[in-house]
T-cell receptor, first 110, second 114 residues
Framework: GQSLEQPSEVTAVEGAIVQINCTYQTSGFYGLSWYQQHDGGAPTFLSY????GLEETGRFSSFLSRSDSYGYLLLQELQMKDSASYFC???????????FGKGTRLSVIA | DVKVTQSSRYLVKRTGEKVFLECVQD?????MFWYRQDPGLGLRLIYF???????EKGDIPEGYSVSREKKERFSLILESASTNQTSMYLCASSFDRGFYNEQFFGPGTRLTVL
């Protein structure tokens, strides 16, 4: 089986940096993904890490350490529109469905 | 752009009714998925399909069935709706690339069973 742990809620100030952590337990490992979901919206893909290290896409970065079964999503220069839920997800075999964490609700405050 | 559409955004049904939720994708994706999303529980996989006429149970298939008669369409069926099936239902699709396949989600159907 697979399990993922991420904080349920995080609050951060506009313009600041926030890190959302995710730890996972899987029998195999085919990468860690992150999805963003605004209230009332569909989840949308943010990033994917298959190898250790940091992947940067604009204000968002994602990090993976396979030896620690750990990853994080880093959001810089926070904007109010970043208020959303963020889900980490893993797959333990090729072409199997993603298994999602329960999500972290990020609130950006002025 | 990949587009995944779901037949209804909001649906209200009565206990015991048979409910059909339809999902259509327009990018010739092999894989399609049905999730339900409940507060504090995240996205839980109900059923998925890798090809036409094929289906696999996910983590919570009880009380649901699916149908995939055409590649672009994946239907979720609640044979006899119950109040504990009140939820947000999300459909998703992806290519079969063997290693990583980003999942594209539809807008969701919020189902209320009275």
């Amino acid at each position: 089986g697979q399990s993922l742990e991420q904080p349920s809620e995080v609050t951060a100030v506009e313009g600041a940096i926030v890190q959302i952590n995710c730890t996972y337990q899987t029998s195999g490992f085919y990468g860690l993904s992150w999805y963003q979901q605004h209230d009332g919206g569909a989840p949308t893909f943010l990033s994917y890490n298959a190898l250790d290290g940091l992947e940067e896409t604009g204000r968002f970065s994602s990090f993976l350490s396979r030896s620690d079964s750990y990853g994080y999503l880093l959001l810089q220069e926070l904007q109010m529109k970043d208020s959303a839920s963020y889900f980490c997800a893993v797959r333990d075999k090729g072409n199997t469905p993603l298994v999602f964490g329960k999500g972290t609700r990020l609130s950006v405050i002025a | 752009d990949v587009k995944v559409t779901q037949s209804s955004r909001y649906l209200v049904k009565r206990t015991g009714e048979k409910v059909f939720l339809e999902c259509v994708q327009d990018m010739d994706h092999e894989n399609m998925f049905w999730y339900r999303q409940d507060p504090g529980l995240g996205l839980r996989l109900i059923y998925f399909s890798y090809d036409v006429k094929m289906k696999e149970k996910g983590d919570i298939p009880e009380g649901y069935s699916v149908s995939r008669e055409k590649k672009e369409r994946f239907s979720l069926i609640l044979e006899s709706a119950s109040t504990n099936q009140t939820s947000m239902y999300l459909c998703a699709s992806s290519f079969d690339r063997g290693f990583y396949n980003e999942q594209f989600f539809g807008p969701g159907t919020r189902l209320t069973v009275l």
